[in-house]
């Protein structure tokens, strides 16, 4: 595109706009940098606050990488024990992650996935103890079920208020999740779950109940060079796969998914179109809470059996922004990006035993991400670079984190409630 | 019965009100910060963050030097910075002010928790001794009134000062120039800037000064009602401030009021023995309040027009 020859005017290409195949290569390209560069900000800075504070950044994130993925550990860990805690963690980041996508298509930021989480959680704990007797192919969908839907409703109340009286889902469901929180407590202290007095835990599930590990919960069987049973692996893998799948096939193969997109887009537009955003925002909710709470449930029914305090300090649903946002809010992004964070899980307590340096880098690191993709700071960086400086008169760069969610702090969709 | 006559017992104490109001200046110095912020169209959830690295920063200086009021100013000038943080990467990078607001509160719970571990090598920090707190303060004559005394007159200093901000941020928002300007740029900043208003310049003023009321209300918490700092010792109160600046739509009053409904549940929570209701129940009010308001059964509660949208010069 010619810019400003003599009096001749272009007329600017419409922005994201492919228009040939070098245009494509170089979307790819640039798809993958702002994640990629992202990471890679994190960790140098992260590296420095390290090392500022009198650590060493290579032995901290020698430790992650032996606690994430089992490669270059030197303290004897087991590499197997470390991949399998790595996948444990990621299996919730991916429902939870989709839970935040989703909506972000819609234009909605569900802060809530946490608390939605903790509400499929305690659903699943609650119907896991009251039917404990019932045989596994009846209790089994049950619980995953009745987590579902108590993430469904959990979310929808973010999603009526929207659509009714256009209050922030971020506000609503943010509320949401400080009221999980002190549900959470009642049930389990001094509440109906609670297992016994002075414990801070609930009852556990029946055996019906339960996701089954990939491997045999056997002692007398050994997996490289450990028994069996410390390999958490769990059957809610594939769920969390299914539920990615689905994501996928939702957003871009059905009418739903379209309208969600279209709302996304532009709530006027979608209306011209015959779409009911109040309904669209509603429903892509209590879809997302859907996900979100059957990453609660798999967690209890694949992992803990039963509600702890641990479940106090999830921040499963946080992570599940991050995820989001640096997975591009595509199924292989959250995916990966999962497998990311569950990796500097794992590897957080490796870094803390090995290097002498706190897991909470790994908060430090998450944020820094967050920061990087929020702003741009890509974006930011190239403009700085003569060559790559976009011209003059076109428009500013777009960013990435404000093109996923476009209109999510306009006014409430219909004017006026109806009726 | 029995529990409805407790709660009336307790209702007509001095001291669960005295308490109250201390429970409330906690909230109300990050609500004060959320509404100047918010007013001027910068989205801000990470008073939380900003709280909590005044607690830690505060408690660091007060062991260091002995001195909670050079902590406090210590803890002050961390929050703004934290807001420093978030008000660059929104105002000048326009990011997504919500991410950003997340951001800082994750990297303030890791690097917090992260330092604690650099400096003193053990998860527990160690106590501040009684004359490296904060002092109360009892304004001769006036704290020997009946009841009102030892509520009003029988406080923190922090208190006294935050009951001050509160008149002031009152008065700089709807009473001066400076005020306008922040509210102008907060429903249109377009206008604003044609009208020679420093849009950037309003904004950064304000998103600072969340971060400075909230690093304050982090000294108060840390070496005032504590006297230490343990990992998220702010537990959600920078969630509730900013549940407190919605209930009290935008405004520092309105703030305030909502923030003594809270302090009050807070203050019934710490007697929770004479009452028989579950505190955790009890805890859930504030937020399940602030949805009722925002369902608009109290009257709409609606933001700035402008609050949360960066501004791009020479846009419309």
């Not at chain 1, 500022?52 to 004897?76: D, E, H, K, M, R």
């Not at chain 1, 028994?227 to 769990?234: F, I, L």
């Not at chain 1, 307590?349 to 890509?378: C, H, K």
């Not at chain 2, 006294?160 to 005020?179: P, Q």
Request: charged share 10%; glycine share 12%; with cysteine.
């Amino acid at each position: 595109m010619a810019q400003g020859t003599g009096a001749m005017v272009a007329r600017p290409r419409p922005p994201g706009l492919p228009s040939g195949p070098t245009t494509i290569a170089r979307r790819v390209v640039g798809g993958l940098a702002m994640p990629l560069g992202s990471v890679v900000f994190a960790f140098v800075v992260g590296g420095l606050i390290v090392a500022v504070t009198g650590g060493n950044p290579f032995s901290a994130y020698a430790g992650l990488i032996c606690g994430g993925f089992g490669i270059g550990c030197t303290q004897g860990e087991n590499p197997a024990l470390q991949i399998s805690n790595t996948i444990v963690f990621l299996t919730p980041l991916i429902a939870t992650g989709v839970a935040v996508a989703l909506p972000f298509r819609a234009g909605l930021f569900n802060i809530g996935a946490e608390g939605q989480l903790l509400a499929g959680s305690m659903a699943c704990t609650a119907i896991g103890i009251k039917f404990s007797t019932l045989p596994t192919p009846v209790l089994l969908p049950m619980v995953l079920v009745g987590g579902m839907v108590a993430g469904a409703l959990w979310a929808g109340v973010a999603g009526v208020l929207k659509a009714t009286v256009g209050a922030h889902e971020v506000v609503t469901t943010i509320m949401m999740n400080y009221v999980a929180q002190w549900l959470l407590r009642y049930l389990i202290i001094g509440g109906p779950l609670q297992l016994a007095a002075g414990t801070s835990k609930s009852l556990p599930i029946g055996p019906g109940a339960r996701l089954a590990t990939l491997l045999p919960s056997d002692n007398s069987l050994i997996v490289f060079g450990l028994p069996a049973s410390v390999y958490r692996v769990h059957t809610g893998l594939f769920i969390a796969l299914v539920a990615v799948a689905v994501f996928a096939f939702l957003l871009w193969r059905t009418t739903l998914g379209y309208e969600i997109r279209a709302v996304g887009q532009s709530q006027r537009a979608a209306r011209y179109a015959g779409v009911s955003v109040r309904r669209t925002i509603i429903v892509t909710m209590l879809i997302a809470g859907a996900f979100s709470g059957l990453a609660g449930a798999v967690q209890i029914a694949g992992v803990d059996h039963n509600l702890t305090d641990k479940y106090f300090s999830d921040t499963t649903g946080f992570d599940a922004i991050a995820v989001a946002l640096l997975g591009l809010g595509s199924a292989v992004g959250i995916v990966l990006a999962a497998l990311l964070f569950g990796a500097l899980h794992a590897g957080g307590s490796v870094m803390q035993s090995d290097a002498g340096i706190s897991s909470n880098l790994v908060l430090v690191l998450q944020a820094l991400i967050l920061f990087s993709i929020a702003a741009n700071f890509l974006g930011a960086m190239r403009s700085l670079i003569p060559g790559l400086r976009r011209p003059p008169g076109a428009p500013p760069p777009g960013n990435p984190a404000a093109a996923l969610m476009t209109e999510a702090a306009a006014p409430p969709p219909e004017g006026t409630p109806s009726k | 019965m029995t529990a409805l006559t407790d709660i009336l017992h307790l209702l007509i104490t001095a001291n669960l009100w005295q308490a109250t109001l201390a429970a409330a200046v906690l909230l109300l110095l990050p609500a004060l910060g959320g509404v100047i912020s918010e007013r001027s169209g910068v989205v801000n959830i990470a008073m939380e963050g900003m709280m909590l690295t005044g607690a830690f920063f505060g408690v660091v200086a007060d062991l260091a030097w002995h001195n909670p009021w050079l902590a406090t100013g210590v803890a002050i000038l961390a929050g703004g910075l934290m807001a420093l943080v978030h008000g660059v990467v929104s105002i000048r990078f326009r990011a997504d002010q919500i991410v950003s607001g997340i951001a800082i509160n994750i990297f303030a719970a890791g690097l917090t928790v992260f330092l604690v571990n650099r400096i003193y090598g053990i998860q527990d920090v160690g106590h501040a001794s009684q004359n490296e707190l904060l002092p109360n303060f009892n304004i001769p004559g006036l704290d020997q009134i009946p009841f009102l005394g030892q509520v009003l007159f029988q406080q923190n200093v922090v208190v006294y000062a935050a009951l001050i901000l509160l008149v002031g941020v009152h008065i700089v928002l709807f009473r001066t120039r400076l005020g306008l300007r922040i509210r102008a740029v907060g429903e249109h900043p377009q206008a604003a800037d044609t009208a020679g208003i420093n849009v950037y310049l309003i904004r950064y003023g304000a998103v600072i000064t969340s971060g400075l009321l909230s690093g304050l209300a982090g000294a108060f918490l840390a070496i005032g009602v504590s006297n230490t700092f343990v990992p998220n010792m702010t537990d959600g109160r920078g969630y509730i401030a900013l549940a407190a600046m919605i209930f009290g739509k935008w405004t520092p009053f309105g703030a305030f009021v909502a923030c003594m409904i809270f302090g009050l549940g807070q203050a019934i929570y710490d007697n929770n023995s004479i009452i028989h209701v579950s505190p955790y129940l009890l805890s859930m009010l504030p937020y399940i309040l602030t949805l009722v308001v925002l369902a608009g059964l109290v009257g709409r509660s609606s933001p700035p027009a402008a609050d949360g949208i960066p501004y791009v010069p020479g846009t419309e």
